[in-house]
């Protein structure tokens, strides 16, 4: 006798298999959109800071002096002078929330008086210019957002060509 039809007891074994496979997949999937949420923030702040940090670099490497900190000191600002002796002084402005602000002024007569300051990065819970020469600049910033912090530790090698010392 040939058989043309599941039994009551493979049709429920198959809906349970498949309600598993479902329930597996579902757990994946709100786990992914967990992750994604909690992620997104922290991967934004990077970026975002990142991208900033690229540019206040390549901005210090551009410089050819480092006014202040002296060599062996360390502080919450730092002053620059660049190839053609305009000083570039990097400072923070503190924000109700407890973090702080890193600006820009730039001595330049050819500016205007606007111009001449400009906001780098938001978020700053610390950072410090420590000074090894005045050729080479190292960076220790934290930075916060949504809870989350990113730390960055970098030395800068300004392109002062008679410096040329290790930087540590």
Do not use: C, K
């Amino acid at each position: 006798m040939a058989r043309r039809a599941f039994t009551l007891l493979e049709g429920l074994i198959a809906l349970g298999v498949a309600a598993l496979v479902m329930g597996i997949a579902l757990a994946l999937l709100l786990h992914g959109s967990w992750l994604g949420a909690h992620l997104t923030p922290q991967l934004s702040l990077e970026q975002n800071s990142r991208r900033a940090l690229v540019r206040l670099l390549a901005e210090l490497q551009e410089g050819m002096e480092v006014v202040n900190p002296r060599p062996g000191g360390t502080a919450t600002f730092a002053v620059i002078r660049d190839r053609v002796s305009r000083l570039r002084m990097y400072y923070q402005v503190a924000q109700p929330d407890g973090t702080a602000q890193l600006w820009r002024y730039t001595d330049d007569a050819d500016l205007a008086p606007a111009a001449r300051r400009e906001r780098l990065l938001a978020g700053v819970r610390r950072l410090t210019f420590s000074s090894r020469s005045e050729g080479a600049l190292q960076i220790n910033l934290l930075l916060s957002e949504g809870g989350q912090d990113y730390a960055l530790l970098t030395a800068v090698r300004l392109r002062n060509l008679a410096s040329a010392e290790e930087i540590w």
